[in-house]
């Protein structure tokens, strides 16, 4: 099992940023997936799920910026974060329950 994120970087403030994670060894449509990020000196903080039906959810701070997806041909989990505030900054983690990638770092800042 092996879930790779990308798509990270600085951006500034309102901004856009589409973050992806590619994963091997299972098939993403059958489990739910999550987001899940660390910002400096805080634990880690669910963001956002998807689950095998396709059903979505979100952490209160991020509903309506954020969009979680899936392309189950490319067995790719994605998160469109538009809107972005300097509060988002943070290494950015897909995951299958307890286990995750390695993360991709968003910046927000001027």
């Known amino acids: 099992v092996q879930l790779v994120e990308s798509g990270g970087g600085l951006v500034q403030p309102g901004g856009s940023l589409r973050l992806s994670c590619v994963a091997s060894?299972?098939?993403?449509?059958?489990?739910?997936m999550t987001w899940v990020r660390q910002a400096p000196g805080k634990g880690l903080e669910w963001v956002s799920a998807?689950?095998?039906?396709?059903?979505?959810t979100y952490v209160d701070s991020v509903k309506g910026r954020f969009t979680i997806s899936r392309d189950s041909a490319k067995n790719t989990l994605y998160l469109q974060m538009n809107s972005l505030k300097p509060e988002d900054t943070a290494l950015y983690y897909c995951?299958?329950?307890?286990?995750r990638g390695q993360g991709t770092q968003v910046t927000v800042s001027s």
């Open positions: 995951a299958r329950g307890k286990f």
């Open positions: 998807i689950n095998s039906g396709g059903g979505t």
């Open positions: 060894g299972f098939t993403i449509s059958s489990a739910v």
